[in-house]
């Protein structure tokens, strides 16, 4: 409900006007999936192709909100139904994935973990210590069964894919802008930016990255048609008795990752992909992360660390 309310009373900035080059540039500002996100696109046709995807992002958020009580997820963690239609099954399938090859750092399946902490409610509280142990009996990602467009979980898990769905979400944004013609954009959605093509200009797109401890971003990344997406525990967080708590949280034990890294950026191809790697890399922590990009062609990334040292691998 309160999803839906923010869904109607999003705010849309549009601004239309000729940029330097005389392309058309359109941009539009809006929140959904719990998260400020903007569209720019350049050329014939941006505020169309602009509205196609802005709907795009509203067909998501209804399919894979784990709030919204008419979404596939909402029914999958109440057992309504086990069929979901085939992109659901096939996002859950690359969210698995992608598990594996993180060693299970990205876990789906920890909503009632993070139910406990009070992230997706907003009513932060510090679970107790056996609260968190008997939740987090019922997670795991091996205990997935996917079964073509069936997914079988066992008894108490719940699946979430919010450190996946606005990468996966950014994807979809970019493909229907280009088949509406577009063929230079930047989408930022919440920490997932994803562009098409390069700048009007032709020159690379300059991605900034915000700086985890406040203040001005000094860190960039240059990039043409690619995916940047960040993750780190300054994003969503709160303090109880002077120890925060923020919403990354490492399947082994429970509790918010304890992780070395202040922010990490992932760049990427594939905005699905660089969404849950960024997730999965902070939990992981500096090492690991320079291990899998040294092991992962495509994969790169800039790490800022907690004591403020840069590390890009
Ligand atoms: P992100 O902001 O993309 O790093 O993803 C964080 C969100 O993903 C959280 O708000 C949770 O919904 C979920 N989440 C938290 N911890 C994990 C984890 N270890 N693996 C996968 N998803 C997670
Ligand atoms: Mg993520």
């Given at each position: 409900m309160k999803k839906k309310i923010l869904i109607l009373t999003l705010l849309i900035i549009?601004?239309?006007f000729l940029a330097s080059c005389?392309?058309?540039?359109?941009?539009?500002?809006?929140?959904?999936?719990?998260?400020?996100?903007?569209?720019?696109?350049?050329?014939?046709?941006?505020?169309e192709a602009s509205e196609e995807a802005y709907k795009e992002i509203v067909r998501l958020e209804k399919l894979l909100s784990v709030t919204d009580e008419e979404s596939e997820?909402?029914?999958?963690?109440?057992?309504?139904?086990?069929?979901?239609?085939?992109?659901?099954?096939?996002?859950i399938t690359e969210a698995v994935k992608i598990s594996g090859e993180t060693e299970g750092a990205f876990d789906i399946t920890l909503y009632p973990v993070s139910l406990l902490w009070g992230f997706t409610e907003d009513e932060?509280?510090?679970?107790?210590?056996?609260?968190?142990?008997?939740?987090?009996?019922?997670?795991?990602y091996k205990k997935i069964v996917i079964?073509?467009?069936?997914?079988?979980?066992?008894?108490?898990m719940m699946l979430d894919l919010g450190g996946i769905a606005k990468g996966y979400a950014s994807d979809r944004v970019c493909e229907i802008l280009?088949?509406?013609?577009?063929?230079?954009?930047v989408v930022s959605l919440g920490g997932n930016v994803r562009t098409i093509g390069k700048k009007p200009n032709g020159s690379l797109w300059k991605i900034g990255i915000a700086s985890p401890f406040g203040g001005d971003s000094e860190q960039s990344v240059e990039v043409g048609e690619s995916a940047v997406v960040t993750s780190g525990g300054y994003q969503r967080n709160f303090t109880v008795d002077g120890k925060t708590y923020h919403h990354i949280i490492d399947p082994k034990n429970g509790y918010p990752a304890e992780s070395d890294i202040a922010s990490v950026t992932v760049i990427t191809k594939n905005g699905a992909e660089a969404d849950a790697l960024s997730t999965a890399f902070f939990?992981?922590?500096?090492?690991?992360?320079?291990?899998?990009?040294?092991?992962?062609?495509?994969?790169?990334?800039v790490i800022i660390m907690q004591d403020g040292e840069i590390i890009k691998c």
């Amino acid at each position: 409900m309160k999803k839906k309310i923010l869904i109607l009373t999003l705010l849309i900035i549009t601004v239309l006007f000729l940029a330097s080059c005389g392309e058309e540039e359109y941009s539009e500002t809006f929140f959904a999936m719990d998260t400020v996100m903007t569209i720019t696109a350049y050329g014939d046709g941006a505020k169309e192709a602009s509205e196609e995807a802005y709907k795009e992002i509203v067909r998501l958020e209804k399919l894979l909100s784990v709030t919204d009580e008419e979404s596939e997820i909402y029914a999958l963690n109440h057992r309504t139904t086990s069929n979901v239609s085939s992109e659901t099954a096939n996002l859950i399938t690359e969210a698995v994935k992608i598990s594996g090859e993180t060693e299970g750092a990205f876990d789906i399946t920890l909503y009632p973990v993070s139910l406990l902490w009070g992230f997706t409610e907003d009513e932060n509280r510090v679970p107790k210590e056996d609260e968190i142990k008997t939740v987090l009996k019922n997670t795991g990602y091996k205990k997935i069964v996917i079964n073509e467009n069936n997914v079988l979980i066992p008894d108490k898990m719940m699946l979430d894919l919010g450190g996946i769905a606005k990468g996966y979400a950014s994807d979809r944004v970019c493909e229907i802008l280009k088949e509406n013609g577009i063929k230079s954009a930047v989408v930022s959605l919440g920490g997932n930016v994803r562009t098409i093509g390069k700048k009007p200009n032709g020159s690379l797109w300059k991605i900034g990255i915000a700086s985890p401890f406040g203040g001005d971003s000094e860190q960039s990344v240059e990039v043409g048609e690619s995916a940047v997406v960040t993750s780190g525990g300054y994003q969503r967080n709160f303090t109880v008795d002077g120890k925060t708590y923020h919403h990354i949280i490492d399947p082994k034990n429970g509790y918010p990752a304890e992780s070395d890294i202040a922010s990490v950026t992932v760049i990427t191809k594939n905005g699905a992909e660089a969404d849950a790697l960024s997730t999965a890399f902070f939990v992981m922590g500096a090492e690991k992360t320079k291990e899998y990009c040294k092991n992962h062609s495509g994969v790169s990334a800039v790490i800022i660390m907690q004591d403020g040292e840069i590390i890009k691998c």
